[in-house]
């Protein structure tokens, strides 16, 4: 038997422990919170560049895993930036267009000033409506109103009293007609002593009751004056009208000061030229719109059933829309939008429905997004919850690209919900900051030609960083700074250095400490739950190690399953003696927020044949293209070994025993092989050794992930089913720096009751696999005997000339 001790992991390497008494290692008390950004330096500076570049296009992707403090990075620097650099953005508003009303004007005012503009619109207009109808109803503007009436008045009675003696002149008389429902000045003939109309006359005059000549000089006269009456109500019209522009151009001298004077200080109080336009066609508005200050709300509000229909503001289009106030902003916005719609974003127009069901809508009711509110500023953006929005990408690359900001009722559920109004789009100033996994940033890069133009700068968190004391004090601080934020109990020097240990278990490398802080933060406050229980002051190591050990409990369900079918045979898994062609490979299952590993028994049957490795996997469909790369790699490397004189004569059938939902990932390759040359060479493999283990062509053995998971899934599987001493794991050599196994796994391998063996090759595993060397190649090109390449040497010699033998002609015969 080889002497395997050489092959053995020292217990001290297979879990990093903070050292007792270890100065960067403290308690909470002895440490000092602080809010710094732990491990992250390439994309804190990467955030710093984006931030500080004031050029088109410096947007940020800010790329991690959730946990590593994304986040908190990026609102602690916005509010530094935000408090220290410039004023607050400008106040937007909307004001009707009066020239076209379907087109709101946007006004801007220094911060603070937006309010106070629609606080004195509102004010000037119930002034002026109070000031106005005083003004109508002063006994001066009466007074004159009455005078130009009266003297209208009298030129209508005179014109009117000329033209009646004209027709008493000429024996006629004035009369009225009905017309329809109306009623019309005319003119009739006197006869005998009495008015008689034109049609009664023509028809005596049919019946030979009024002389014919008479008659048609009476008509001729009617004609005239008919004509007279149709030129004097003309002429009234004309009157009336030059009465009303008389009237109107009074009320408006006399009202005009008044307006001027609200205009003019309003002016004076908002010295920005877009203002003072509006202002000037407010002025205009309102003096060819003097009407609508008579009017009596409460009188002119129509009913409907009885009920009043809700009051409507005859002054509307005099109003001011606020839509963004920022007087109680302390310097540039910084707005997470957690529900990045295309309503919330981009802002929406509000319709109603009016009393007749149809919508309807105005300038006051468009609706500020969340880019309006962060313009001139900030604005954070999760880019799962951007893209899962209809419309959302593509309106916020169109408005980066533009640098405008159009507001629409876009509603891309109902295909009616656009409105005919188009306010005024707006300069659009906003630094976006979108936070994602990785998956969505190369996604993006590679499908939308116009992500790197919009977002130039990307800042990648990391999940790890470097285990040394300086971020073991930061670690400290960090604790430090949950225990007060979320009042746990404080943890001693112990119960810090196993939240360091569980640090390092999460990063996977003994080199390493994790960043995932979302994770740590949950074990600690578990941690002090579990303390408070036990009325404990402080949490201790014990704590700690009793909140991972119920979080494992809680999510481990699956893995107990697992556990209880190998232990009632329904799984086969051997966990001592040897077997020929079969082995105890290793895999893990990933459900979730749990990772866990498990031995899966792989075998190998060989036989006479040129198809080489038949990868069952793959025949069955079952096989990733991982594993099947994996299985090629095999193939090479069986093929530098053993077939450099004579072909590869074999079949050899690969398989994993009772696996139904499908095979991927290489870190079985190594364990294939041995059990392919297990199978050639008639030599058992040991079962109470699992193997894990990728391989190259040359039969170097490589990393793997989950070799912690791996490692622990095999050790549960023989503690049920009866650890012997002998057992153990076999893993890559560049796997050992990874070791952060749990405190019951070493404790066994310190006792003497399991064991881990790390390989750098084939050769080295096979050996401790089956206690008999690998052989090293001579000269010739053969393998000294008593080796386990000499076996399969031989065997592959025996299949090549049976193979020969039988393909030879008449030899199936």
Not at 674 to 698: H, K, W
């Given at each position: 038997?080889?002497?395997?001790?050489?092959?053995?992991?020292?217990?001290?390497?297979?879990?990093?422990?903070?050292?007792?008494?270890?100065?960067?290692?403290?308690?909470?008390?002895?440490?000092?919170?602080?809010?710094?950004?732990?491990?992250?330096?390439?994309?804190?500076?990467?955030?710093?560049?984006?931030?500080?570049?004031?050029?088109?296009?410096?947007?940020?992707?800010?790329?991690?895993?959730?946990?590593?403090?994304?986040?908190?990075?990026?609102?602690?620097?916005?509010?530094?930036?935000?408090?220290?650099?410039?004023?607050?953005?400008?106040?937007?508003?909307?004001?009707?267009?009066?020239?076209?009303?379907?087109?709101?004007?946007?006004?801007?005012?220094?911060?603070?000033?937006?309010?106070?503009?629609?606080?004195?619109?509102?004010?000037?207009?119930?002034?002026?409506?109070?000031?106005i109808t005083q003004v109508k109803e002063s006994d001066d503007l009466r007074a004159r109103h009455k005078a130009i009436i009266e003297k209208f008045e009298e030129k209508q009675k005179e014109m009117l009293k000329a033209f009646e003696a004209e027709v008493n002149e000429r024996q006629f008389a004035m009369t009225q007609v009905q017309v329809g429902p109306n009623v019309r000045p005319d003119v009739a003939p006197v006869i005998g002593g009495k008015p008689v109309s034109m049609g009664e006359l023509e028809a005596r005059t049919e019946a030979g009751e009024f002389p014919l000549e008479r008659f048609e000089e009476l008509k001729k006269i009617y004609d005239e004056l008919s004509e007279k009456i149709v030129k004097i109500f003309k002429q009234t019209r004309e009157n009336h009208k030059v009465l009303k522009d008389i009237v109107d151009k009074l009320v408006k001298n006399a009202v005009e000061p008044v307006v001027s004077d609200v205009i003019s200080g309003l002016k004076e109080a908002f010295k920005i030229e877009a203002v003072s336009e509006h202002l000037d066609e407010v002025h205009n508005e309102i003096i060819n719109n003097l009407d609508k200050f008579d009017q009596d709300d409460e009188e002119q509000q129509p009913q409907i059933r009885g009920r009043r229909r809700a009051p409507r503001d005859q002054f509307l289009e005099y109003r001011v829309n606020l839509i963004v106030d920022n007087s109680k902003a302390k310097g540039k916005p910084i707005i997470t939008e957690i529900n990045p719609n295309y309503g919330n974003l981009f802002g929406t127009i509000e319709r109603t429905v009016d009393q007749r069901g149809f919508?309807?809508?105005?300038?006051?009711?468009?609706?500020?997004?969340?880019?309006?509110?962060?313009?001139?500023?900030?604005?954070?953006?999760?880019?799962?919850?951007?893209?899962?929005?209809?419309?959302?990408?593509?309106?916020?690359?169109?408005?980066?690209?533009?640098?405008?900001?159009?507001?629409?009722?876009?509603?891309?559920?109902?295909?009616?919900?656009?409105?005919?109004?188009?306010?005024?789009?707006?300069?659009?100033?906003?630094?976006?900051?979108?936070?994602?996994?990785?998956?969505?940033?190369?996604?993006?890069?590679?499908?939308?030609?116009?992500?790197?133009?919009?977002?130039?700068?990307?800042?990648?968190?990391?999940?790890?960083?470097?285990?040394?004391?300086?971020?073991?004090?930061?670690?400290?601080?960090?604790?430090?700074?949950?225990?007060?934020?979320?009042?746990?109990?404080?943890?001693?020097?112990?119960?810090?250095?196993?939240?360091?240990?569980?640090?390092?278990?999460?990063?996977?490398?003994?080199?390493?400490?994790?960043?995932?802080?979302?994770?740590?933060?949950?074990?600690?406050?578990?941690?002090?739950?579990?303390?408070?229980?036990?009325?404990?002051?402080?949490?201790?190591?014990?704590?700690?190690?009793?909140?991972?050990?119920?979080?494992?409990?809680?999510?481990?369900?699956?893995?107990?399953?697992?556990?209880?079918?190998?232990?009632?045979?329904?799984?086969?898994?051997?966990?001592?003696?040897?077997?020929?062609?079969?082995?105890?490979?290793?895999?893990?299952?990933?459900?979730?927020?749990?990772?866990?590993?498990?031995?899966?028994?792989?075998?190998?049957?060989?036989?006479?044949?040129?198809?080489?490795?038949?990868?069952?996997?793959?025949?069955?469909?079952?096989?990733?293209?991982?594993?099947?790369?994996?299985?090629?790699?095999?193939?090479?490397?069986?093929?530098?070994?053993?077939?450099?004189?004579?072909?590869?004569?074999?079949?050899?059938?690969?398989?994993?025993?009772?696996?139904?939902?499908?095979?991927?990932?290489?870190?079985?390759?190594?364990?294939?092989?041995?059990?392919?040359?297990?199978?050639?060479?008639?030599?058992?493999?040991?079962?109470?050794?699992?193997?894990?283990?990728?391989?190259?062509?040359?039969?170097?053995?490589?990393?793997?992930?989950?070799?912690?998971?791996?490692?622990?899934?095999?050790?549960?599987?023989?503690?049920?089913?009866?650890?012997?001493?002998?057992?153990?794991?076999?893993?890559?050599?560049?796997?050992?720096?990874?070791?952060?196994?749990?405190?019951?796994?070493?404790?066994?391998?310190?006792?003497?009751?399991?064991?881990?063996?790390?390989?750098?090759?084939?050769?080295?595993?096979?050996?401790?696999?089956?206690?008999?060397?690998?052989?090293?190649?001579?000269?010739?090109?053969?393998?000294?005997?008593?080796?386990?390449?000499?076996?399969?040497?031989?065997?592959?010699?025996?299949?090549?000339?049976?193979?020969?033998?039988?393909?030879?002609?008449?030899?199936?015969?």
């Amino acid at each position: 038997m080889s002497d395997l001790s050489k092959y053995r992991v020292p217990v001290e390497r297979l879990r990093w422990s903070c050292k007792k008494g270890a100065k960067a290692v403290c308690g909470t008390d002895d440490s000092k919170a602080t809010g710094e950004i732990i491990g992250q330096e390439r994309a804190i500076d990467a955030i710093k560049l984006g931030l500080n570049v004031d050029q088109p296009g410096y947007n940020v992707f800010v790329v991690g895993y959730a946990g590593t403090g994304r986040s908190t990075a990026i609102q602690k620097m916005l509010e530094e930036l935000g408090l220290k650099k410039g004023e607050p953005p400008e106040d937007i508003c909307y004001v009707n267009n009066f020239k076209d009303p379907d087109c709101p004007r946007a006004l801007f005012f220094p911060a603070g000033k937006g309010v106070k503009f629609r606080d004195e619109m509102n004010k000037a207009i119930d002034s002026l409506q109070e000031s106005i109808t005083q003004v109508k109803e002063s006994d001066d503007l009466r007074a004159r109103h009455k005078a130009i009436i009266e003297k209208f008045e009298e030129k209508q009675k005179e014109m009117l009293k000329a033209f009646e003696a004209e027709v008493n002149e000429r024996q006629f008389a004035m009369t009225q007609v009905q017309v329809g429902p109306n009623v019309r000045p005319d003119v009739a003939p006197v006869i005998g002593g009495k008015p008689v109309s034109m049609g009664e006359l023509e028809a005596r005059t049919e019946a030979g009751e009024f002389p014919l000549e008479r008659f048609e000089e009476l008509k001729k006269i009617y004609d005239e004056l008919s004509e007279k009456i149709v030129k004097i109500f003309k002429q009234t019209r004309e009157n009336h009208k030059v009465l009303k522009d008389i009237v109107d151009k009074l009320v408006k001298n006399a009202v005009e000061p008044v307006v001027s004077d609200v205009i003019s200080g309003l002016k004076e109080a908002f010295k920005i030229e877009a203002v003072s336009e509006h202002l000037d066609e407010v002025h205009n508005e309102i003096i060819n719109n003097l009407d609508k200050f008579d009017q009596d709300d409460e009188e002119q509000q129509p009913q409907i059933r009885g009920r009043r229909r809700a009051p409507r503001d005859q002054f509307l289009e005099y109003r001011v829309n606020l839509i963004v106030d920022n007087s109680k902003a302390k310097g540039k916005p910084i707005i997470t939008e957690i529900n990045p719609n295309y309503g919330n974003l981009f802002g929406t127009i509000e319709r109603t429905v009016d009393q007749r069901g149809f919508w309807s809508t105005n300038f006051m009711h468009i609706k500020a997004g969340a880019l309006h509110r962060a313009n001139g500023g900030y604005i954070i953006l999760d880019v799962m919850d951007v893209l899962s929005e209809a419309g959302v990408w593509q309106g916020l690359k169109r408005a980066m690209h533009s640098g405008k900001l159009e507001i629409q009722a876009y509603d891309p559920f109902f295909k009616a919900s656009h409105s005919a109004l188009k306010p005024e789009p707006i300069d659009l100033n906003t630094q976006v900051i979108m936070i994602g996994m990785p998956y969505f940033y190369y996604l993006l890069y590679e499908l939308d030609p116009d992500f790197p133009k919009i977002f130039k700068i990307k800042a990648e968190f990391d999940t790890v960083m470097e285990l040394n004391d300086a971020n073991l004090k930061k670690y400290g601080s960090f604790a430090r700074k949950i225990v007060d934020d979320f009042e746990l109990l404080p943890f001693d020097q112990d119960g810090m250095s196993a939240v360091i240990e569980y640090g390092v278990r999460l990063a996977g490398n003994q080199k390493k400490l994790s960043t995932r802080f979302n994770a740590l933060t949950d074990v600690m406050c578990e941690s002090s739950f579990w303390a408070q229980k036990a009325k404990s002051k402080k949490v201790t190591r014990k704590h700690v190690q009793k909140a991972v050990d119920e979080w494992i409990r809680r999510v481990s369900m699956p893995e107990d399953k697992i556990n209880e079918l190998i232990e009632d045979g329904t799984i086969l898994i051997d966990t001592d003696g040897a077997v020929v062609g079969q082995i105890n490979g290793l895999s893990v299952y990933m459900l979730g927020e749990y990772a866990f590993g498990k031995p899966t028994r792989i075998t190998a049957r060989t036989s006479v044949g040129m198809k080489g490795i038949i990868n069952v996997e793959k025949e069955a469909q079952l096989s990733g293209a991982t594993h099947s790369k994996g299985v090629l790699i095999i193939n090479g490397y069986l093929q530098g070994k053993f077939a450099q004189k004579r072909p590869l004569s074999m079949n050899a059938n690969l398989c994993f025993e009772q696996s139904y939902g499908g095979v991927d990932g290489d870190s079985a390759s190594s364990t294939e092989i041995y059990a392919i040359l297990s199978s050639l060479g008639e030599i058992p493999i040991r079962q109470d050794i699992a193997v894990t283990g990728s391989v190259n062509q040359n039969g170097t053995i490589q990393a793997i992930g989950g070799v912690n998971q791996k490692i622990e899934g095999f050790f549960q599987v023989c503690k049920i089913k009866g650890l012997t001493g002998k057992q153990g794991v076999m893993i890559p050599k560049a796997n050992v720096n990874d070791l952060m196994l749990r405190l019951e796994v070493v404790e066994a391998v310190k006792n003497g009751k399991f064991h881990i063996y790390s390989v750098y090759s084939i050769e080295q595993g096979i050996e401790i696999l089956t206690g008999m060397p690998a052989g090293k190649q001579k000269k010739d090109g053969s393998y000294p005997g008593g080796t386990i390449f000499h076996l399969v040497e031989e065997k592959l010699d025996s299949y090549a000339e049976a193979y020969s033998r039988y393909m030879r002609p008449g030899a199936g015969e």
